[in-house]
């Protein structure tokens, strides 16, 4: 549980990654290196007299759809989106937001349905969080949202299909890892923020929500094409990739994750960050700083 003075903390830490948030839409354009992003949000950072809660994620193209990618060394191009997950450390309390953006400054239609299912997710696990709520509530409204978008979109066959993983698992025991759409979703939604960027929460420890409680929500949806051919030849797994092979090679490259820090209060929940993730916000950042300019 944070006590005042810690949240005041990370109050500053989340709102100078949200500023350095702003910065990187009004500086990426097609053509640049995802260093100079990350250098732009870094000079942020440091005007602010904070340093690096951890290695900033800044991947774009193929790069969006590797969870812990740190190069950040690719030329974006247009037509890519960028993954920027970074945050401030200010005086020991670590902050973490994710933002996902088109490069070339307007989302493409394929790119904006990836992007509106997962930011639907994210507001699902959001609406349940107050004190005494169960996280795996939380877990749950995220992922019934994007497994019921990805079965609209094609991805997979539906909500409930399975498949036979090419990994260890008894489907038996833990049915929701033998999900079809569980290849595109890749890691959980939350963990709690503080003296470290992957702080324990209260509900790792109690399984429920409680004041004072800072934590961060953030489904993701990475779809890599690649991942099919991982899949072993069993009827099963054949008629999965029948079905939905052509619909993925459409959507591939697109890795999509929004990440926000919220704060439980004695009555409800705070969302604290505040960088710009609903699309038309992003696109009007955008589009003041010049990017998406060849």
Request: charged share 25%; hydrophobic share 40%; proline share 6%.
């Given at each position: 549980?944070?006590?005042?003075?810690?949240?005041?903390?990370?109050?500053?830490?989340?709102?100078?990654?949200?500023?350095?948030?702003?910065?990187?839409?009004?500086?990426?354009?097609?053509?640049?290196?995802?260093?100079?992003?990350?250098?732009?949000?870094?000079?942020?950072?440091?005007?602010?007299g904070a340093g690096l809660a951890f290695p900033g994620i800044v991947g774009s193209g193929p790069n969006s759809t590797t969870l812990h990618?740190?190069?950040?060394?690719?030329?974006?191009?247009?037509?890519?989106?960028?993954?920027?997950?970074?945050?401030?450390?200010?005086?020991?309390?670590?902050?973490?937001?994710?933002?996902?953006?088109?490069?070339?400054?307007?989302?493409?239609?394929?790119?904006?349905?990836?992007?509106?299912?997962?930011?639907?997710?994210?507001?699902?696990?959001?609406?349940?969080?107050?004190?005494?709520?169960?996280?795996?509530?939380?877990l749950r409204a995220s992922l019934e949202v994007r497994l019921q978008g990805l079965a609209e979109l094609g991805l997979i066959e539906a909500?409930?299909?399975?498949?036979?993983?090419?990994?260890?698992?008894?489907?038996?025991?833990?049915?929701?890892?033998?999900?079809?759409?569980?290849?595109?979703?890749?890691?959980?939604?939350?963990?709690?923020?503080?003296?470290?960027?992957?702080?324990?929460?209260?509900?790792?420890?109690?399984?429920?929500?409680?004041?004072?409680?800072?934590f961060t929500i953030e489904p993701g949806i990475y779809i890599q094409a690649s991942v099919l051919d991982l899949l072993e030849d069993t009827?099963?797994?054949?008629?999965?990739?029948?079905?939905?092979?052509?619909?993925?090679?459409?959507?591939?490259?697109?890795?999509?994750?929004?990440?926000?820090?919220?704060?439980?209060?004695?009555?409800?929940?705070?969302?604290?960050?505040?960088?710009?993730?609903?699309?038309?916000?992003?696109?009007?950042?955008?589009?003041?700083?010049?990017?998406?300019?060849?």
């Amino acid at each position: 549980r944070k006590s005042p003075a810690e949240i005041a903390l990370l109050r500053e830490a989340i709102a100078i990654t949200d500023e350095a948030h702003r910065t990187a839409l009004r500086t990426i354009e097609p053509g640049m290196r995802e260093y100079q992003v990350q250098a732009a949000i870094e000079a942020t950072f440091r005007s602010h007299g904070a340093g690096l809660a951890f290695p900033g994620i800044v991947g774009s193209g193929p790069n969006s759809t590797t969870l812990h990618y740190v190069a950040n060394d690719r030329r974006m191009e247009a037509g890519d989106v960028m993954v920027m997950d970074i945050g401030a450390h200010v005086e020991g309390y670590a902050a973490d937001i994710t933002r996902t953006v088109p490069v070339s400054g307007e989302f493409t239609a394929d790119q904006r349905a990836i992007y509106d299912l997962v930011l639907a997710a994210q507001k699902a696990a959001e609406a349940v969080v107050r004190p005494g709520a169960p996280a795996a509530a939380s877990l749950r409204a995220s992922l019934e949202v994007r497994l019921q978008g990805l079965a609209e979109l094609g991805l997979i066959e539906a909500p409930d299909a399975t498949y036979d993983p090419p990994w260890p698992v008894d489907c038996d025991a833990r049915p929701d890892q033998c999900l079809q759409g569980m290849l595109f979703m890749i890691h959980g939604i939350s963990h709690g923020i503080g003296l470290e960027v992957h702080d324990p929460a209260q509900f790792y420890f109690t399984g429920s929500y409680q004041p004072g409680d800072v934590f961060t929500i953030e489904p993701g949806i990475y779809i890599q094409a690649s991942v099919l051919d991982l899949l072993e030849d069993t009827p099963k797994n054949r008629a999965f990739l029948a079905a939905v092979r052509e619909t993925v090679a459409r959507y591939d490259d697109i890795g999509v994750r929004i990440e926000d820090d919220y704060l439980v209060t004695a009555d409800g929940v705070e969302r604290l960050s505040a960088a710009p993730r609903e699309v038309e916000a992003i696109e009007a950042a955008m589009a003041e700083g010049g990017g998406g300019s060849e």
